[in-house]
């Protein structure tokens, strides 16, 4: 069985940072397109970044140059480090991967942005 364990959200003030990470487990053969998405209270899920097994990235605009994807391939983990987070950052992030062509999410982290 596979899975995706997330982690690294938080309370942070508005203009700190953070990084999450998320670490697939399991019987994996490999790990293809990863990616982050967020859902904020009363608003539907949105995809945050992605990044592909050949490291192409893709971001939302509203997070374009604060947050950046990145991933190990040798630890099956993807990153997000945000950067000049702001109150409307906050959400629950959930994870996304393609592992052995199945898709899976984690279980997702609450990152608040308040002072």
């Known amino acids: 069985q596979v899975q995706l364990v997330e982690s690294g959200g938080g309370l942070v003030q508005p203009g700190g940072s953070l990084k999450l990470s998320c670490a697939a487990s399991?019987?994996?053969?490999?790990?293809?397109?990863m990616g982050w998405y967020r859902q904020a209270p009363g608003k539907e899920r949105e995809l945050v970044a992605t990044i592909t097994g050949d490291d192409n990235t893709n971001y939302a605009a509203s997070v374009k140059g604060r947050f950046t994807i990145s991933r190990d391939n040798a630890k099956n983990t993807v990153y997000l480090q945000m950067n000049s987070l702001k109150p409307e950052d906050t959400a629950v992030y959930y994870c996304?991967?393609?592992?052995?062509?199945?898709?899976?999410w984690g279980q997702g982290t609450l990152v608040t942005v308040s002072s």
């Open positions: 996304n991967a393609d592992v052995n062509h199945f898709e899976l």
């Open positions: 399991g019987s994996i053969f490999r790990v293809f397109a």
